[in-house]
């Protein structure tokens, strides 16, 4: 079992930042890669981003790319997800997960195993 809470989560303005944490507990040694995904009302879940555990690969969403940025840092469990230059459609409660199943960079949410509780994140135009 791994345990995910995310938080870091707020209302900002159309071109400000926010910064998000994932916390990761239990047997996150078995997890092969971190992703961070987002859903909005009445969309389907979407992928963001995701890192290798080692931290040495990373991917993202052409619609994120060059304003968002996940990092880790495993002696801490934590993965992280600095948000830049952010717009109204980026709004969206936000999910930190973990790959359990397979090696890769996986952007399908099938792939991953476990799930935090999501953090909302509003961006105001």
């Known amino acids: 079992q791994v345990h995910l809470v995310e938080s870091g989560g707020g209302l900002v303005q159309a071109g400000g930042s926010l910064s998000l944490s994932c916390v990761a507990s239990g047997r996150t040694f078995n997890a092969y890669s971190m992703g961070w995904f987002r859903q909005a009302p009445g969309k389907e879940r979407e992928f963001v ?45 936000y999910y930190c997960a973990a790959n359990t199943i397979s090696g890769g960079l996986m952007r399908l949410p099938t792939w991953y195993s476990y799930w935090g509780q999501g953090t909302q994140v509003t961006v105001s135009s």
């Open 49 to 93: 981003a995701a890192i290798s555990w080692t931290g040495s690969n990373t991917v993202y969403a052409d619609s994120v790319k060059g304003r968002l940025a996940i990092s880790k840092v495993n002696a801490k469990n934590t993965v992280y997800l600095q948000m830049n230059s952010l717009k109204p459609e980026d709004t969206a409660v």
